[in-house]
């Protein structure tokens, strides 16, 4: 643990050099006051954590990294969760096992809030329903039936890189399930991933917008693009 808090450590002190008061100010209040940030902008803190990237240990168990990116989200500043999150997505598929299922399920209901959501769920919640299809499923399977709204949301936008490989029987059943539930994540994300499948199968996702008199904002998220 102690390699781990020095890890830690010494991208807290790279961030405190490039920390900005205004940027913060700003940066939180976009997050509606959620989060603390350093105010360190995004191209700033890709280059910061693409040199922080080799102070970790090349073939790290799977323990040490799930350790590392929880020590990260544990830390206050907003800018330690977006580099967990960008270090996580860059994992191979060497890297990623069954196991992890826990471990995503507790970066998704933590710290939540759409942007680090968002990005666990389109990355790497997708690439490990692909990889374990099985495992994926029960997951999911597990999450729809949560009460945790994130959970949920990570449901309906997992297959939002699967292009025509989506399951669509599958999204459309978490779609009739959602349907009537007013919170605007929900209804959001039922129209990002019909709007996302929609470049695929443009008419199939009419046809369901029709079928299930889909309204609102999920509909007219749904057939932007068709």
Partial sequence: ????????????????????????????????????????????????????????????SSEFRWDLLKELFNKEEREFQ???????????????SESDSEGIKWLITNKSWWDSVDSLASNFVGKYCQLFPEEGSELIEEWRFSDNLWLQRSCLIFQLKYKE??????????????????????QKAIGWSLRQYSKSEPEAVRKFVEEIQLKGLAKREAIKYI
């Fill in 1 to 60: 643990m102690h390699q781990i808090i020095q890890i830690v450590e010494s991208l807290e002190s790279s961030f405190r050099l490039s920390a900005s008061e205004d940027n913060s100010i700003g940066m939180s209040k976009y997050m509606k006051g959620h989060f603390a940030f350093f105010g360190v902008k995004a191209e700033k803190r890709k280059e910061i954590q693409r040199a922080w990237h080799n102070k970790i240990p090349k073939g790290s």
């Fill in 82 to 96: 977006y580099v967990a999150i960008d270090w996580l997505n860059t994992w191979n598929k060497k890297e990623i």
């Fill in 165 to 186: 490989k989506v399951n669509f029987t599958l999204l459309k059943s978490l779609i009739v399930q959602f349907q009537m539930d007013k919170e605007f994540f929900i």
